[in-house]
């Protein structure tokens, strides 16, 4: 259905921004604006905006934006279509009429949703009859308990032909739209018609609202296929849709209390099942085949970055990188995909009933970016100790990267391959290949001062684009000085409105009070001992020279959560806070080993 520009207007008059915002976020007058924290991203300070005189919300944190339409479909995952239907109804708006070729196909559509619906609780019916006692048993054998069943509608479909045709003519319908819901097959040779699924336990797929569009079935026995899925229907196109979208949709979004839940991607219907069941509200999966570029599209609207699960043998590791090369080219600022490799020999449901949830939950948070297994398919495995070997790998790695259709994500993958190739290949002092991968550090103390905060501030004033692809990162970060905190917001101010001039943002800042401030982080000093920081810099260096400042700001703020992590593990033993504490130290030793400021003579070597 389309909506005219006028309907859409109307609805925006009707509501505020302000009223359909203040139903999820505290917000607080300011001026002729209104604050709060930001729905979209955790911070402590508000940097969430909304207008109601130009009909718009903006994150200065993370970058969200839109109007009232927007911010609805993003907060409740709902399509375009759902989001104007839901707010019409509010603002008392009659919905446009459908056409006669609308209207009919919308009826068509209703009645096979009702047929699919009949034949899933047909198969709920059967699984509790004395006949689908393999296929309960088989469930239970595999740790559901009955309140999982019923919650995900499992059934069973009998070993006969004409089973569930047959229950369905009785309820009065005709064949035509069996067929046409998939659920019976009629040979190509004129005999009868009959079930296509047949001694199998059934998983009803649900649309993103919840109804029965088409089913899976998994055999009993040895036969194959080992799953078999519905055909596309008029309901149902395989690779557009994910199972148990519906119940991640809620998960995703949290509310009532709930934090929102990481939205993960599983191979199959018992390791989702699996999932939810240890309290991963988030997780889908698609049908049978590799993930598609729709699915990708699906899974962006409810989460920027959801996380692939998939198995750590060979296979597992093929299908991330057909998953990479699917969202490359759709890459754009913000949205990408993570991968966590499971040990060998398990998926999510092994895993959890071996280890618990705590396990896949330490799984979860070490997922790997995007960019690590585009590295991986090029040089995981293969001798590069030759410049002629060395100079191979980065030609096979641009060509990968010159994919992505979004000119600053790309130059962003550049940019990182392009540092990990020096980091890993530049020759150390004295002429010796360096073989480490991260650049030298400077032990001078400089991370328990107020140093690192100065130099993080003339990077960016002096380099405005990177505070404008930093952002998320930045907006989380206390630099222990208020004058210092009030600079790094109205950075983040300034280039949230997509101007990057250097000369124009140190005008911004001596205009809004902090000209005192600013002189003492661009003082010619700093820059004598950090070039990067300075306005004669080339931005690949000050790139560098930004994520190890953000990198040794994470450290820090890893060191205080373990330390109350240690002091919560003393006063209340448990699994969770023992598993929260190790958690907590791996990724300190992680960041630890990025250290916080990068050489400079070295950032001279490799970009000068």
Same mark, same amino acid.
């Not at 709902?78 to 509010?90: D, H, R, Y």
């Not at 009949?118 to 054998?141: I, N, R, S």
């Not at 229950?167 to 004129?190: F, T």
């Not at 055909?231 to 709930?258: N, S, W």
């Given at each position: 259905?389309?909506?005219?520009?006028?309907?859409?207007?109307?609805?925006?008059?009707?509501?505020?921004?302000?009223?359909?915002?203040?139903?999820?976020?505290?917000?607080?007058?300011?001026?002729?604006?209104?604050?709060?924290?930001?729905?979209?991203?955790?911070?402590?300070?508000?940097?969430?905006?909304?207008?109601?005189?130009?009909?718009?919300?903006?994150?200065?944190?993370?970058?969200?934006?839109?109007?009232?339409?927007?911010?609805?479909?993003?907060?409740?995952?709902?399509?375009?279509?759902?989001?104007?239907?839901?707010?019409?109804?509010?603002?008392?708006?009659?919905?446009?009429?459908?056409?006669?070729?609308?209207?009919?196909?919308?009826?068509?559509?209703?009645?096979?949703?009702?047929?699919?619906?009949?034949?899933?609780?047909?198969?709920?019916?059967?699984?509790?009859?004395?006949?689908?006692?393999?296929?309960?048993?088989?469930?239970?054998?595999?740790?559901?308990?009955?309140?999982?069943?019923?919650?995900?509608?499992?059934?069973?479909?009998?070993?006969?032909?004409?089973?569930?045709?047959?229950?369905?003519?009785?309820?009065?319908?005709?064949?035509?739209?069996?067929?046409?819901?998939?659920?019976?097959?009629?040979?190509?040779?004129?005999?009868?018609?009959?079930?296509?699924?047949?001694?199998?336990?059934?998983?009803?797929?649900?649309?993103?609202?919840?109804?029965?569009?088409?089913?899976?079935?998994?055999?009993?026995?040895?036969?194959?296929?080992?799953?078999?899925?519905?055909?596309?229907?008029?309901?149902?196109?395989?690779?557009?849709?994910?199972?148990?979208?519906?119940?991640?949709?809620?998960?995703?979004?949290?509310?009532?209390?709930?934090?929102?839940?990481?939205?993960?991607?599983?191979?199959?219907?018992?390791?989702?099942?699996?999932?939810?069941?240890?309290?991963?509200?988030?997780?889908?999966?698609?049908?049978?085949?590799?993930?598609?570029?729709?699915?990708?599209?699906?899974?962006?609207?409810?989460?920027?970055?959801?996380?692939?699960?998939?198995?750590?043998? +060979?296979? =597992?590791?093929?299908?991330?990188? &057909?998953? #990479? /090369?699917?969202? *490359?080219?759709? !890459?754009?600022?913000?949205? $990408? @995909?993570?991968?966590?490799?499971?040990?060998?020999?398990?998926?999510?449901?092994?895993?959890?009933?071996?280890?618990?949830?705590?396990?896949?939950?330490?799984?979860?948070?070490?997922?790997?970016?995007?960019?690590?297994?585009?590295?991986?398919?090029?040089?995981?495995?293969?001798?590069?100790?030759?410049?002629?070997?060395?100079?191979?790998?980065?030609?096979?790695?641009?060509?990968?990267?010159?994919?992505?259709?979004?000119?600053?994500?790309?130059?962003?993958?550049?940019?990182?391959?392009?540092?990990?190739?020096?980091?890993?290949?530049?020759?150390?002092?004295?002429?010796?290949?360096?073989?480490?991968?991260?650049?030298?550090?400077? +032990?001078? =103390?400089?991370?328990?001062?107020? &140093?690192? #905060? /100065?130099?993080? *501030?003339?990077? !960016?004033?002096?380099?405005? $684009? @990177?505070?404008?692809?930093?952002?998320?990162?930045?907006?989380?970060?206390?630099?222990?000085?208020?004058?210092?905190?009030?600079?790094?917001?109205?950075?983040?101010?300034?280039?949230?409105?997509?101007?990057?001039?250097?000369?124009?943002?140190?005008?911004?800042?001596?205009?809004?009070?902090?000209?005192?401030?600013?002189?003492?982080?661009?003082?010619?000093?700093?820059?004598?001992?950090?070039?990067?920081?300075?306005?004669?810099?080339?931005?690949?260096?000050?790139?560098?020279?930004?994520?190890?400042?953000?990198?040794?700001?994470?450290?820090?703020?890893?060191?205080?959560?373990?330390?109350?992590?240690?002091?919560?593990?003393?006063?209340?033993?448990?699994?969770?806070?023992?598993? &929260?504490?190790?958690?907590?130290?791996?990724?300190?030793?992680?960041?630890?080993?990025?250290?916080?400021?990068?050489?400079?003579?070295?950032?001279?070597?490799?970009?000068?």
């Amino acid at each position: 259905m389309t909506f005219t520009p006028q309907f859409l207007d109307e609805i925006r008059t009707r509501l505020p921004c302000s009223e359909v915002i203040g139903r999820r976020v505290k917000l607080t007058r300011k001026g002729r604006e209104q604050a709060g924290l930001c729905p979209f991203h955790n911070e402590k300070t508000p940097s969430f905006w909304v207008n109601d005189e130009k009909g718009f919300f903006h994150c200065f944190g993370c970058g969200a934006h839109g109007d009232v339409i927007g911010f609805t479909m993003r907060i409740d995952n709902l399509s375009f279509p759902e989001t104007v239907e839901k707010l019409a109804g509010e603002a008392g708006l009659e919905l446009p009429r459908f056409t006669p070729q609308e209207r009919e196909r919308a009826k068509r559509q209703q009645t096979l949703h009702e047929v699919v619906e009949a034949a899933c609780q047909w198969f709920e019916k059967q699984l509790e009859a004395p006949g689908g006692k393999a296929g309960l048993d088989y469930l239970l054998g595999r740790g559901l308990t009955r309140e999982t069943i019923a919650r995900f509608r499992l059934g069973y479909a009998p070993d006969g032909r004409e089973n569930l045709k047959s229950a369905l003519k009785a309820a009065g319908v005709p064949e035509a739209l069996m067929l046409e819901g998939g659920l019976v097959v009629k040979p190509d040779d004129g005999r009868e018609s009959f079930d296509f699924f047949r001694g199998r336990v059934m998983f009803p797929i649900m649309d993103r609202r919840g109804r029965v569009v088409a089913f899976g079935g998994r055999i009993m026995g040895d036969g194959q296929p080992k799953y078999l899925n519905s055909r596309d229907t008029p309901l149902f196109d395989k690779g557009r849709t994910l199972y148990a979208l519906d119940k991640a949709r809620v998960g995703v979004a949290g509310g009532q209390g709930r934090a929102p839940a990481e939205l993960i991607v599983a191979e199959g219907y018992m390791d989702v099942i699996a999932l939810h069941e240890a309290g991963f509200a988030g997780a889908v999966a698609p049908l049978g085949t590799a993930i598609t570029e729709s699915q990708i599209d699906i899974l962006w609207k409810l989460a920027p970055e959801p996380v692939l699960c998939l198995d750590g043998d +060979s296979a =597992g590791q093929r299908a991330a990188l &057909r998953a #990479a /090369e699917r969202a *490359l080219p759709l !890459l754009k600022p913000g949205h $990408s @995909l993570r991968f966590a490799r499971l040990p060998a020999g398990d998926d999510p449901d092994t895993l959890i009933r071996r280890q618990g949830a705590s396990a896949m939950a330490e799984l979860i948070a070490r997922a790997r970016p995007l960019v690590d297994v585009v590295w991986d398919a090029e040089a995981a495995g293969k001798p590069l100790d030759t410049p002629e070997r060395q100079a191979g790998l980065e030609k096979r790695l641009k060509e990968r990267i010159a994919v992505i259709a979004d000119r600053s994500v790309q130059q962003q993958y550049f940019n990182t391959i392009r540092e990990r190739l020096w980091t890993t290949f530049r020759p150390a002092r004295g002429g010796r290949r360096r073989a480490a991968a991260t650049p030298p550090m400077r +032990s001078s =103390g400089l991370v328990s001062s107020a &140093r690192p #905060a /100065e130099v993080l *501030l003339a990077t !960016l004033v002096n380099h405005p $684009s @990177l505070a404008h692809d930093h952002c998320e990162a930045l907006a989380g970060l206390a630099l222990g000085s208020l004058e210092f905190d009030r600079i790094l917001k109205e950075i983040l101010y300034f280039t949230a409105r997509d101007e990057l001039d250097s000369a124009g943002l140190k005008s911004h800042l001596m205009h809004t009070g902090l000209a005192a401030p600013l002189a003492e982080i661009t003082r010619p000093d700093l820059y004598q001992l950090w070039a990067f920081a300075g306005p004669q810099a080339e931005i690949a260096a000050a790139e560098i020279g930004l994520r190890h400042l953000l990198d040794g700001f994470q450290e820090r703020g890893l060191e205080a959560e373990v330390g109350a992590a240690e002091r919560d593990l003393a006063t209340a033993d448990s699994e969770e806070s023992e598993a &929260r504490l190790n958690s907590l130290q791996k990724q300190l030793h992680h960041t630890g080993l990025r250290g916080t400021l990068p050489d400079d003579d070295d950032l001279g070597q490799a970009h000068g």
